[in-house]
């Protein structure tokens, strides 16, 4: 899919839920007002849209790379496939998942290319990857990888700040040169089939830190906090949509708030297309225990102690077993029965909805 095509464009009376717009200028500037919107988004919801912050051509040129790479011959993907020990990097074929309790498969190809891969090339650290992905490491995944690592770093220079903790303190739990379980997704997912029963990716949390998603097409919905019905987020041209994942939810003891959300079939016209999407995801070192860093912060402390289970946030995980032990619950070859799935694929979700259609 060329980085440039045109799609038809987000049914105007299909409801959506209005993010916050963030512009990555003015934060950079320091403005106040939007300084204080960022946090807002961060700490309500978890989710917000961000323009101004210079990397289309970079995502276009992604996208691009998408097409060339998915439509290589079966027999030049499959070498490169996902691993079986819960790891996420390379490719994944259609029907490597499992997207709910009931163990149904799911219908999305996907590459993951690995951030520590892309810095460290021609060296493989986690996996190796097909032609088209080797061809592009310097002049396409380099410079996306490192303008999406500048936006997520600012991120979490701001969130030191409002969080009462010296500069660098979430960025050194977040360190490129430390490995990692940081990626870039590829995702390409067929039109529908049976739209009004499908599910692409059933409900959740993100696993990391933070996530930057590029799409054109509508899928994406947000369950948001004391509203019981789904709510589409719709795609904006020029704007990424963020949100905060479940790392950050336990090292700030509860104030920021990773969100359930999942994504169906486009709506509409929409729903008779290809759905792409590129993400990038920002993933702690993977020897980073998963607890509130209230050392750093009296903000932290005192929002663990006003908890109603503090304990919740101490999860005696490092963030590279939490990952490891959600990815392994996607995987059809784990999969055992319902009651395993949920207690393995489980985050921060605050309500029992997994597996919910």
């Not at 097409?67 to 490169?80: S, Y």
């Not at 410079?143 to 991120?155: A, L, Q, Y």
């Not at 692409?200 to 947000?222: E, K, W």
Request: glycine content about 8%; some cysteine.
């Amino acid at each position: 899919m060329p980085g440039l095509i045109k799609f038809p464009a987000f049914p105007a009376d299909v409801p959506t839920h209005p993010l916050l717009v963030i512009d990555y200028a003015l934060l950079k500037a320091g403005d106040q007002d939007e300084l204080d919107k960022f946090w807002k988004a961060a700490t309500e919801l978890g989710f917000w849209y961000l323009k101004n912050h210079g990397i289309d051509d970079e995502v276009n040129a992604m996208f691009d790379l998408g097409a060339q790479t998915f439509a290589l011959p079966t027999e030049e993907k499959m070498p490169h496939h996902y691993e079986a020990d819960g790891s996420s990097f390379g490719y994944k074929s259609v029907g490597t998942n499992v997207i709910d309790e009931k163990g149904t498969r799911d219908t999305t190809e996907a590459m993951d290319v690995a951030q520590d891969d892309v810095l460290a090339y021609p060296e493989a650290v986690h996996h190796t990857y097909p032609v088209t992905v080797r061809e592009n490491m310097d002049a396409v995944l380099r410079p996306f990888v490192e303008k999406s690592m500048d936006i997520n770093m600012t991120f979490l220079s701001i969130m030191d700040d409002r969080l009462g903790m010296p500069q660098g303190t979430l960025a050194s739990f977040n360190k490129p040169e430390d490995v990692n379980g940081s990626t870039v997704r590829l995702i390409r997912a067929a039109p529908a089939l049976n739209p009004d029963a499908q599910t692409f990716v059933t409900a959740h949390t993100d696993f990391g830190s933070l996530t930057l998603l590029h799409n054109r097409l509508g899928g994406l919905q947000v369950l948001v906090p004391g509203v019981e019905t789904w709510q589409y987020v719709k795609p904006l041209e020029g704007h990424i949509i963020c949100n905060i994942g479940d790392a950050l939810h336990f090292f700030s003891g509860g104030i920021l708030r990773s969100n359930i959300h999942r994504v169906i079939p486009p709506p509409k016209e929409q729903v008779k297309l290809e759905r792409w999407s590129l993400v990038f995801f920002t993933r702690p070192n993977f020897d980073a225990p998963l607890r509130p860093l209230s050392q750093y912060s009296g903000t932290i402390s005192n929002a663990v102690a006003r908890a109603a289970d503090p304990k919740k946030f101490d999860t005696g995980f490092t963030a590279g077993e939490w990952l490891a032990r959600r990815n392994a619950a996607t995987r059809a070859t784990k999969y055992k029965d319902s009651n395993t799935w949920k207690a393995e694929f489980k985050g921060t979700e605050d309500r029992e909805i997994l597996g919910e259609i």
